[in-house]
């Protein structure tokens, strides 16, 4: 069974840092590029960072040189380090993997909302107040 357990959402105020995890199992790690997504209330899922299994990294314009996403092949897990939050990053995170990476540089570089996506994770809340 396909897996996507993501963890690491919270509350913080606005400067802190938050640190997201996603545990994948279920399919073959190295062959999937992985990333989050995001949801603010009544906006449209966008795309955030995503990781390929050749290291390449894509961040959306609003996160970057905040947010670094990281892959730890030996447990199946992609993390984003989230920090100098902004109330901006309030939204649902989710976690997505797809065989094809040039979905993730779509969904991220272009902020739609992921259609591509072979496997979900089920969100995890984050509110940045300021």
């Known amino acids: 069974e396909v897996q996507l357990q993501a963890s690491g959402g919270g509350s913080v105020q606005a400067g802190g840092s938050l640190r997201l995890s996603c545990a994948a199992s279920g399919f073959t790690f190295d062959d999937y590029a992985i990333g989050w997504l995001r949801q603010a209330p009544g906006k449209e899922r966008e795309g955030v960072s995503s990781?390929?299994?050749?290291?390449?990294?894509h961040y959306a314009d609003s996160v970057k040189g905040r947010f670094t996403i990281s892959s730890d092949n030996a447990k199946n897990t992609v993390s984003l380090q989230m920090n100098s939050l902004k109330p901006e990053d309030t939204a649902v995170y989710y976690c997505?993997?797809?065989?094809?990476?040039?979905?993730?540089?779509?969904?991220?570089?272009?902020?739609?909302?992921?259609?591509?996506?072979?496997?979900w994770g089920k969100g995890t809340q984050v509110t940045v107040s300021s």
């Open positions: 997505a993997a797809t065989a094809l990476s040039e979905e993730w540089a779509i969904a991220v570089l272009t902020r739609t909302p992921g259609y591509g996506m072979d496997y």
């Open positions: 990781i390929s299994s050749d290291g390449t990294t």
